[in-house]
């Protein structure tokens, strides 16, 4: 049995900053015991949360003892630094953090900064001897601190503060910290580490180069973080089955380590292993109930399995625990999957009042209004909101306005929209956006005229960003790629767009459509149908029924389509960011586009008046579309001769 213990934070009283981290330094000399199961950082800043404290920037005693208390912690360390010329001293103990009793103290010198880490070994060694752990358990478990960190305490202090930005999700700020750690230190793993791990929010590309600087200096690193490097590195390079063995290996040694907990509930979401998903992130919000990625994709979970109940119940539990924009946005999503648009409403007009100065509001009133078919109500809803002042709330706005345009067959329009959300990309100066919305582009350029030479221009700006770009400019590449045939390209992006499964299985299945070897297609479009993306649910469903089509299986086709508009009718969140790359944009290109190859599966089928409707239906969400559009002009030639052969009929 491990003896709980946690550590707060040291007092500096040398005026000298760089000392501020020493708490996680000991923390990471601890944590080589196996007697011990010390109290990490990202825990206890679970337990300020909890505790309405989550900006809290100092854990003094009585807090400590506060948290031991909700924790059932048995020991607490609690030290203060001093300075005396250029000897260091440290009055050390370790209390009963529920009794306040002193369980042992001691008091540990030594010259000059340089002394410092050995000091917090010689702490380390004195607290695990004095709990009972055996001498010769802390003799062949120990390395000293400076071996499995640095021995540059103003590089640690700078990874000390990324760790702590992680733990706030404040990514972008942690990332700069862990790069001034490398650059005081160019051997410090664990700053490599946390530098790729902020890297690779953004980019799995700009990832690996860190993550390999992790590895090469992985010997001066603690067992628990090899653990997670190695995971890291395996997930980079594609390996998600090896990324999920170490993270189990992990919990064998730290069953409460929740980042290992949280990825393999976030790889068994995205590989549509739904029960183990749901597992493993129910047991993060256990240590960590506003743990706000783990409440999230239990929604998309629970929204993939067409849960509506559970949905809302997280929704409900995101709320409570973390209210916010976010979570308000996600709840009415939940009522607009069960049909309750009314209370969708309410909750959205209540969260324009708390929350006036975000734009998901306003775009969640839109959402109801196209579900309704009140398009001109949408676009004044968004035509309104483009009057702010405010950069990226207007790219949001004109987000929304594009993806209408191309719903509606308008996509001349869309593409202005496009430039206009590119301009403002570049006026903000934010590559990754501005790569993003290159790549979407050359998607809509091909969806609507298919526009080979425009689509080519775009990715060619595109990929001059490739270093800053993320997951969305490469899935809108790779569907691209798809549209122009150029499968070999496609098939190469497999690393950068690794969170989207069966990407593979998407590639052969257009491969096999394009050589008209649509029996073999019918099989990779049924599984991506089923168990993908909802982005690729829907383009993939889309296939399936033209290949079905082409094959003559119309009563196949026909239940393609309807689970794809079954998909749409369940699903009016359109932000593109939430749960699925790009699944508002493919809800926008292919859900029209439905009724017209329903129409055209009808027709074959020879049931006259079912083509009518749907080819009517079609028309009249493209009733305003451009006139050149190849399936429109090809709708209404069909359409005008059903009419006329059934008015010869009469």
């Known amino acids: 049995e491990r003896i709980p213990i946690a550590v707060v934070d040291f007092i500096n009283q040398t005026n000298e900053p760089e000392l501020d981290g020493l708490s996680g330094m000991l923390i990471t000399a601890l944590e080589q015991s196996r007697r011990l199961n010390v109290f990490s950082r990202a825990r206890m800043y679970d337990e300020f949360k909890q505790m309405n404290r989550p900006d809290l920037q100092f854990v003094d005693e009585a807090t400590g003892r506060a948290i031991s208390k909700r924790a059932n912690i048995s020991a607490l360390a609690v030290a203060t630094i001093r300075k005396f010329g250029q000897l260091y001293t440290i009055d050390f103990k370790v ?19 340089e002394s410092i880490p050995g000091l917090l070994d010689q702490l380390s060694e004195k607290t695990r001897i004095d709990l009972r752990e055996p001498d010769t358990q802390v003799q062949l478990a120990s390395r000293s601190v400076a071996e499995v960190t640095t021995t540059n305490l103003e590089a640690y202090q700078h990874y000390f503060r990324g760790e702590e930005l992680i733990n706030k999700v404040k990514i972008s700020e942690a990332r700069e910290e862990f790069e001034k750690a490398i650059a005081l230190d160019s051997t410090f793993s664990l700053a490599y580490y946390g530098f790729a791990y902020t890297l690779n929010w953004d980019s799995v590309v700009g990832a690996r180069a860190a993550i390999l600087k992790a590895i090469q200096y992985i010997d001066k690193v603690p067992e628990k973080e090899r653990y ?36 393999i509930g976030d790889f068994s979401y995205h590989q549509a292993d739904y029960p183990t998903a749901t597992i493993f992130l129910e047991k993060v919000l256990v240590l960590d109930p506003t743990h706000e990625r783990a409440i999230e994709h239990l929604i998309w979970n629970y929204r993939d399995l067409q849960n509506w109940d559970k949905m809302i119940e997280y929704a409900t539990w995101y709320v409570e625990n973390v209210p916010s ?34 734009p998901a509001p306003i775009l969640g009133l839109v959402d109801i209004h196209i579900a309704r078919n009140e398009y001109e109500r949408a676009e004044v809803e968004l035509r309104n909101g483009l009057q702010t002042p405010e950069l990226k709330h207007k790219r949001e706005m004109y987000r929304f306005l594009r993806l209408l345009y191309m719903y509606l067959g308008k996509y001349d329009s869309a593409i202005k929209i496009m430039d206009e959300i590119i301009r403002i990309d570049k006026q903000l100066n934010e590559d990754r956006n501005l790569a993003r919305s290159y790549g979407e582009k050359a998607h809509m350029l091909i969806a609507g005229h298919n526009d080979i030479e425009g689509a080519t221009e775009a990715i060619e700006q595109g ?78 469903g889309y296939e399936l029924s033209r290949s079905y089509y082409e094959i003559g299986k119309y009563d196949k086709a026909v239940e393609a389509l309807r689970r794809l508009q079954n998909i749409h009718s369940n699903f009016t969140d359109w932000d593109g960011d939430l749960g699925s790359p790009n699944y508002a944009l493919a809800r926008a290109i292919y859900f029209p ?43 209404k030639k069909r359409l005008a001769k059903l009419k006329e052969m059934t008015n010869k009929g009469n």
Do not use: M
């Open 95 to 113: 209390i009963d953090p529920q009794t306040g009793d002193r369980l042992f103290s001691t008091k540990v010198e030594g010259n000059g900064q």
């Open 463 to 540: 990929l001059r960003l490739r270093s800053a770009a993320g997951v969305y400019f490469y899935v809108n590449l790779f569907n691209t790629y798809l549209s122009l045939g150029e499968y070999e390209k496609a098939a190469a992006l497999e690393n950068q767009i690794s969170l989207v499964p069966y990407s593979d299985v998407i590639v052969r299945a257009y491969q096999q459509q394009s050589k008209g070897n649509f029996d073999k297609a019918v099989k990779d479009f049924q599984l991506v149908s089923l168990k993908g993306y909802l982005s690729f649910k829907i383009q993939c």
């Open 325 to 358: 924009v976010n979570a308000n946005h996600y709840l009415a999503v939940a009522y607009t999957f069960r049909g309750d648009f009314d209370k969708a409403l309410e909750i959205y007009r209540g969260s324009q009042q708390r929350f006036p100065n975000s």
């Open 228 to 263: 997670l490097i190695k995971a890291l590195y395996e997930y980079v390079e594609g390996n998600d089955e090896g990324a999920i063995t170490l993270y189990k290996e992990l919990l064998e040694l730290y069953p409460s380590e929740k980042e290992a907990l949280y990825n």
């Open 593 to 635: 586009r439905s009724f017209y190859l329903l129409g055209k599966i009808y027709e074959k089928k020879g049931d006259t008046q079912l083509a009518i409707q749907n080819y009517e239906k079609f028309l009249d969400l493209w009733k305003n579309a451009d006139k050149d559009l190849p399936d429109l002009i090809d709708a």
